[in-house]
């Protein structure tokens, strides 16, 4: 779970997750007057109060054994929270998309010109279908001419 800040050059940076926070420290981007915050809490302390993160914070302390099972208990602890958030997530229920996109086609479409063809037709779905478009709806309608006549139009509903 990303419940983590910290402060560098006058910039909150975060959320963050515990194991994210742990490699900062590793990488000697968290120091130990960096001032970090746990995400519900509006207390910033600095990075060597938080038992485990930074380790050793001074060159005369020499590693104990204590110390640096304390500190992989709480990576173990951020690692756990990490891992629990992350279970969390996966459980979530996906929520499919019920947005729908339509296309129209007609005679006057670059697939067509001219007269009907069936194979330009068939071609024309078919490489609609490869990007996921489905026939919604077809028809066929006759509109009068500007001049004279009429002329026939066909009229197909694309869905995805």
Same mark, same amino acid.
């Given at each position: 779970m990303k419940q983590w800040? !910290?402060?560098?050059?006058?910039?909150?940076?975060g959320p963050l997750t515990g194991v994210d926070l742990l490699k900062l420290a590793a990488d000697g981007q968290i120091t130990a007057e960096?001032?970090?915050k746990?995400?519900?809490t509006d207390r910033w302390v600095t990075a060597d109060c938080i038992t485990g993160l930074l380790g050793s914070t001074s060159s005369t302390e020499s590693p104990q054994e204590p110390k640096a099972a304390a500190s992989r208990s709480v990576q173990a602890? !951020?690692?756990s929270e990490f891992s629990e958030a992350q279970t969390e997530v996966d459980s979530m229920p996906v929520i499919e998309s019920t947005i729908?996109?339509?296309?129209?086609?007609?005679q006057k479409d670059r697939w067509?010109?001219?007269?009907f063809d069936p194979e330009k037709?068939?071609?024309a779905l078919n490489a609609y279908a490869e990007h996921g478009w489905v026939v919604k709806a077809a028809t066929t309608a006759t509109?009068?001419?500007l001049m004279s006549g009429t002329r026939d139009e066909m009229i197909i509903i694309l869905e995805r």
């Open positions: 800040y !910290f402060q560098h050059s006058g910039k909150t940076i960096t001032l970090i746990r995400n519900g602890r !951020f690692a729908k996109e339509y296309k129209v086609l007609t067509f010109s001219g007269k037709l068939e071609e509109i009068p001419g």
